[in-house]
């Protein structure tokens, strides 16, 4: 199975894609989608939308993964990514993909085994679970890594336990 997993923004957006077999996990690729300030909003989701759906044709992934979203106290970043997370799941819609969401609770809890891990307790998993040498770099990108892995994990629990049926969440 090809996993692609997201972790939205608005400048940049972190993309990961994995291959799982069974428990284990390989590195395809990561990256980020990266939208440059002082465009129009229409124009930097619309940039999103295609570089999701070049990510999508170039990789045929069977689900896309994406993080819900968690707001902190500002409002106004929180709504231009609540618009660009609706772009990414629209192009998954689009190109008839299986869109998966988890929390970043979800992911921790997946990908370290405790639910309130540090960011580079995260990290340093996806590298030893994907056996890179180094630690994935822009931050978006591991985290695009760690909710891809995670939804890997979710995959596997779920074939075996519903004998090969998986079913979106979205």
Known sequence: MIVLGIDPGFA?????VIRAEGAEQSLVRYGVIRTEAGLRLSLRLRQ?????????????PDAIAVEELFFNTN????IAVAQSRGVILLAGETNNVPLFEYTPLQVKQTVTGYGRAEKGQV???VRR????DK???????ADALAIA?????????LLGALGGNVCSTI
């Open 129 to 132: 679970l994907l056996k890179m």
């Open 135 to 141: 630690i994935p770099q822009p931050d978006d990108a």
């Open 48 to 60: 999103i939308y295609d570089d999701m759906c070049q990510l999508i044709a170039a990789f045929r």
């Open 123 to 125: 990290m340093e998993m």
């Open 149 to 157: 892995i995670c939804h890997a994990r979710a995959a596997a629990s």
């Open 12 to 16: 940049t957006v972190g993309f990961g």
């Open 75 to 78: 409002t106004t970043t929180g």
